[in-house]
Each structure stands twice: as structure tokens, then as C-alpha cells.
């Protein structure tokens, strides 16, 4: 079993960056598949995007394409998501979770673990 922390979190400005960075604990860290999902006030928790266990693959929603940037680094627990370009539509708590499939799953009940989540405010 794993538990993530996620962090990074915070308000920026329209066009701006955030980094979001999510720690686990856990001996099983990498044999799960990693994904970072977002919920904004009044809609459904939605996939943003997510990375295999050997990072070889990785799937984006299409709102997210060519601004975020996912990646791991095993060795450290940790998954990354880089946040470029941001526009106040990106608002939302950001949620990391793991995943058991070996794909990269879209949808929330294929992920069993979940983090407390980390705010992200785009001012425009």
C-alpha cells in the first residue's frame, strides 16, 4: 500500500508555472501506474494526466496537452507534474493517486490510493 503527499500547490498569475510534486510512502511506489487528477468547485473530479511504472508511457487530457508535463523519478517516490501556460480554468484542487492497471487509466475508480489533494488558483 502507498500513501501520497501531494505539494506545490499555491496562486499564480495567468501564463504563469507551478510545480506539483507528490511523495510516497510505501515499498510498492513503482509498480503503480501514477496519475494526477483535479476537482474543481461544482464539477467531477477529472484525469489531468498519468505516467506507467517505468515512465515509458504517459496519457494527458486533452485540455492539458503541450502545457503539463508528467514524470517520475523512482528511485526518490516521486511523481511530478509541471504546470505551464496556466489559465484560471486550471484552477482546482490537484489530487495524486495510484493506479494497479499497467496502462494509464482515465477514470477515478481505477485508482485506488489518493492524497489529501493541494489548491492551485490562476488569477487572470
Known amino acids: 500500500q502507498v500513501q501520497p503527499v501531494e505539494s506545490g500547490g499555491g496562486l499564480v498569475q495567468a501564463g504563469g508555472s507551478l510545480r506539483l510534486s507528490c511523495v510516497a510512502s510505501?515499498?510498492?511506489?513503482?509498480?503503480?501506474?501514477w496519475g494526477w487528477f483535479r476537482q474543481a468547485p461544482g464539477k467531477e473530479r477529472e484525469f489531468v494526466a498519468g505516467i506507467t511504472w517505468s515512465g515509458t508511457s504517459t496519457n494527458y487530457a486533452d485540455s492539458v496537452k503541450g502545457r503539463f508535463t508528467i514524470s517520475r523519478e523512482n528511485a526518490r517516490n516521486t511523481v511530478t507534474l509541471q504546470m505551464n501556460s496556466l489559465k484560471s480554468e486550471d484552477s482546482a484542487v490537484y489530487y495524486c493517486?495510484?493506479?494497479?492497471?499497467?496502462?494509464?487509466?482515465?477514470?477515478?475508480?481505477?485508482?485506488?490510493?489518493w492524497g489529501q489533494g493541494t489548491q492551485v488558483t490562476v488569477s487572470s
Open positions: 510505501g515499498h510498492t511506489f513503482n509498480y503503480h501506474t
Open positions: 493517486a495510484a493506479s494497479w492497471i499497467a496502462t494509464v487509466p482515465t477514470t477515478r475508480d481505477a485508482y485506488p490510493y
